[in-house]
């Protein structure tokens, strides 16, 4: 066979058309997962905690008001009230400087025993209500 009429030597060249269709596959594949890509936003939340700037003198530390079983109110544990006194002037004297100090939002945290009678409890209520304290909780 001397002539080289329709004999195949085996070499068929650079096929270019899978290539194409790699190609053409791979950006699909890209172009669909960008598209999945979310974008992140911010949200203009405050988060509670510690603000930016405040110095130590001015951080609002929780006033607690414990009362205990006999009727005695004491402030941050100093005694600010007896049993027998309803109207409790000392407490009322301790929380209206607070006030001064601080502000009207300064929290306040009431931490009764479990046996204390409820009137005891209205009559600390009163008094902060009477200084102007609005942030009171309950604690235990």
């Known amino acids: 066979m001397a002539g080289g009429g329709g004999g195949s030597d085996g070499d068929v060249g650079f096929q270019i058309a899978p290539m194409i269709d790699l190609i053409l596959v791979l950006m699909v594949f890209f172009m669909s997962t960008?598209?999945?890509?979310?974008?992140?936003?911010?949200?203009?939340?405050?988060?509670p905690g510690t603000g930016v700037g405040k110095s130590e003198a001015n951080k609002e530390v929780p006033m607690n008001i414990g009362i205990d079983e006999e009727g005695v109110v004491?402030?941050?544990s100093e005694p600010k009230g007896d049993p027998k006194d309803r109207d409790l002037p000392n407490l009322r004297a301790a929380l209206r400087e607070q006030v001064k100090l601080f502000n009207d939002k300064i929290p306040v945290v009431i931490i009764p025993q479990p046996d204390v009678p409820h009137r005891r409890v209205i009559d600390v209520l009163n008094a902060c209500s009477d200084?102007?304290?609005?942030?009171?909780?309950?604690?235990?």
């Open 131 to 140: 200084v102007g304290v609005k942030n009171i909780s309950f604690g235990g």
């Open 74 to 76: 004491t402030l941050n």
């Open 34 to 47: 960008v598209a999945l890509q979310q974008v992140e936003n911010e949200l203009g939340i405050t988060l």
